[in-house]
């Protein structure tokens, strides 16, 4: 196994150890515990491109790790520190050092739970359609990039590699998780987004949506999971060049979005590769995301 910041599409290998591979992690089984490693792979409109964003998957990792420390919630974190590992993966602490964490095993809850406290994106497509997100009926007179009276949970479904999350209702979201979940998971997500929300306009940036994951626990516990406000799982915008009309300079991933939108990328497999101004700045884009959440460099 090799996590080389310079290739995007890496080996998913240690011998005797069962990987599944995602989008932008992988996951290897250790019996009690998952070591989840976030490489530099990047993916957009649901594909993942040829080539990766040097040190993005240490900006990933330290910042999810960063915002569960403090929104202080019980998650699925054993250890991020490489030195405490198990032996079997000593050979590899060097190329895991910063990109990866021990974690729990948790029964993982097949919504992806998506808070939203700016009316933009597909939102905001959505409500200039029917005047609704997920299919909640809001009020006239919002714009695009407009704060929202309230923040919205706006559930999905989580879709495999090459496919489309779909946007679902509560009343769905009942019907996969049942009452009680759905009414944890709809009120944790508001609580866990407004937290950091405050916090993060104190440090010049707009969290104007995000997503999280949840798990259950062996006690029946709610567990937040997988990454949390990211770059990748978020749209960050700076507080200085935020106006309500027009979708503001964004700290993630949307940078490459547009660029793949101005060459006219389909939105299917298999991604163009992405020149080395647009690698760049993207590697920036997220260097300064996590400087300014965290008040930390990362190198």
Known sequence: ???????????????????????????????????????????????????????KGKVLNQLSLFWLDFLGVKNHLVTANVDEYPEVLAPYREDLRGRSMLVKKVKMLEVECIARGYLTGSGWKEYQKA?????????AGYENASKLDEVLFTPTTKAEIGDHDEAINFEETVRVVGLETAEKLRDATKSLYSKAADYAREKGIIIADTKFEFGIDDDGSLILADEVLTPDSSRFWPVESYAVGSNPPSLDKQYVRDWLDSINFNHQPPGPELPEDVISRTREIYLKAYRDLSGKELF
């Not at 998913?12 to 591979?21: D, V, W």
């Not at 989008?23 to 409109?45: E, Q």
């Not at 005047?131 to 009020?139: A, M, P, S």
């Open 1 to 55: 196994m090799k996590y080389d910041k310079n290739n995007a599409l890496l080996e998913c290998r240690i011998p005797g150890l069962e990987c599944k591979s995602g989008k932008v992690r992988d996951v290897f089984d250790l019996g009690d515990t998952l070591l989840m490693v976030v490489t530099d792979r990047i993916s957009a409109f649901d594909v993942i491109l040829p080539n990766g964003v040097p040190d």
């Open 131 to 139: 005047g609704t997100v997920n299919g909640e009926k809001l009020r």
